[in-house]
Every structure is written in structure tokens, then in C-alpha cells.
């Protein structure tokens, strides 16, 4: 089945960019929406952002000047670079997938979720 | 942004107790709303979609209904497996907003 796995550092510079990467295996990226989803600790989630497979986006107004969310069909992966980062970007950040048909617009597969620090 | 607002932020219940929270929009948003469980230390899990559908696999106690703005999840019989914080979730326009969780334990 389809799985989601994040990557990248666990710890950033406050003022420099945050860059993660997950990576879609047992199925392809193709045909659907792809987002980021963060978790502060101990808070609620609040959704970053999305990437359809032929490359289009939409991002949270909220983040939206510091957001970038890019697409690999070729390595099967998307990625997130979150600029001049503070403290409170301090979360765990999800990937995860919107189902498609019924399921539109519902998270059906995440990752397990990557906690990044933002501290000097 | 459309706001969702759960009810109660916190909630202790006893085994075999039924269990309701809701989530009201600050709009109309039909029935594009979702339920998610998030266990500690765990991603989300989708239970409710579309308001009322039942997702594959998801114990048959667990339910939801309503449309507008106004939306009802429920637990049929609590079990000790269910403790975890309930999250609504609308995706009738962007952003994708979230509740702010109900957390649940047992009494």
C-alpha cells in the first residue's frame, strides 16, 4: 500500500529556510493532490499547503510569502522550504495525501510526521 | 479562512459511554467536512468523510451527521482504544481548516 516518509534536518537556524522532503512509495505521485500539514507541540494542525502532480499549488495565506512546495514525478517526491523560519515554526510537520472521487478532500495516507526545531 | 469551532476542548468519559462532539462552521459549508483521530505520537486518521460516511475499516461506532454548519461526531459505546484527540477538518474552500481537537480520556 501506499506509505509516506518525510526527511530532512531536525533542527534549523532561526532566519534560515526549512527543507523537507517526502517521499511516496508503493504507488505513484501521479493523479493527486499532495500537502503539508504542520502540528505544533501540544497544539492543533494547520494545513500549509498542497501540489497537484503536473506541478500546481496552492499554500495557506498565512504562510504564503514564505512557502515553496515543489514536485519530483521522476523520484516519485515532494518537497516543502519554509523561509526565514522563527520560532514559532517549531512543529511536526506531516505529509500526506487528499484521496481522490469520495474522498476528495479528505487526508487519507500521512506520514508519520517529522519534528523540526527552530532554535539557535 | 473558514473557522471551525469544536465543543468541548476536553472531554472524560467512562467504557461503554456514548460520546458526542461537534463543530460548527463559521459558514455554509455543505457536507465538506472530515473527522480525524490522532492518537499521541501518531499522524491523523481519517474516520468521518463527506459529514456522515463511515471510511473503510473504521469500527461501525463511530458516526457522524450534519451539514451547513453545524456537525455532530459520535462514539457509540466508548472503548479504552479510543482515547485519542478528535479533529473536524472543511475542504469546501481554501485553506483547509482544521478545529482546534476535542481530546478525550477516560473517566
Known amino acids: 500500500q501506499v506509505q509516506l516518509q518525510e526527511s530532512g534536518p531536525g533542527l534549523v537556524k532561526p532566519s534560515e529556510t526549512l527543507s523537507l522532503t517526502c517521499t511516496v512509495s508503493g504507488g505513484s505521485i501521479s493523479g493527486y493532490y499532495w500537502s503539508w500539514i504542520r502540528q505544533p507541540p501540544g497544539k492543533g494542525l494547520e494545513w500549509i499547503g498542497y501540489?497537484?502532480?503536473?506541478?500546481?499549488?496552492s499554500y495557506n495565506p498565512s504562510l504564503k510569502s514564505r512557502v515553496i512546495i515543489s514536485v519530483d514525478t521522476s523520484k516519485n517526491q515532494f518537497s516543502l522550504k519554509l523561509t526565514s523560519v522563527t520560532a514559532a515554526d517549531t512543529a511536526v510537520y506531516y505529509c500526506?495525501?487528499?484521496?481522490?472521487?469520495?474522498?476528495?478532500?479528505?487526508?487519507?495516507?500521512w506520514g508519520q510526521g517529522t519534528m523540526v526545531t527552530v532554535s539557535s | 479562512d473558514i473557522q471551525m469551532t469544536q465543543s468541548p476542548s476536553s472531554l472524560s468519559a467512562s467504557v461503554g459511554d456514548r460520546v458526542t462532539i461537534t463543530c460548527q462552521a463559521s459558514q455554509d459549508i455543505s457536507n465538506y467536512l472530515n473527522w480525524y483521530q490522532q492518537k499521541p505520537g501518531k499522524a491523523p486518521k481519517v474516520l468521518i468523510y463527506d459529514a456522515s460516511n463511515l471510511e473503510t475499516g473504521v469500527p461501525s461506532r463511530f458516526s457522524g451527521s450534519g451539514s451547513g454548519t453545524d456537525f455532530t461526531f459520535t462514539i457509540n459505546s466508548l472503548q479504552p482504544e479510543d482515547i485519542a484527540t478528535y479533529y473536524c477538518?472543511?475542504?469546501?474552500?481554501?485553506?483547509?481548516?482544521f478545529g482546534q481537537g476535542t481530546k478525550l480520556d477516560i473517566k
Open positions: 477538518q472543511q475542504f469546501d474552500s481554501l485553506p483547509y481548516t
Open positions: 500526506a495525501r487528499e484521496g481522490r472521487s469520495a474522498y476528495a478532500g479528505a487526508f487519507d495516507i
Open positions: 501540489i497537484y502532480y503536473i506541478g500546481s499549488t
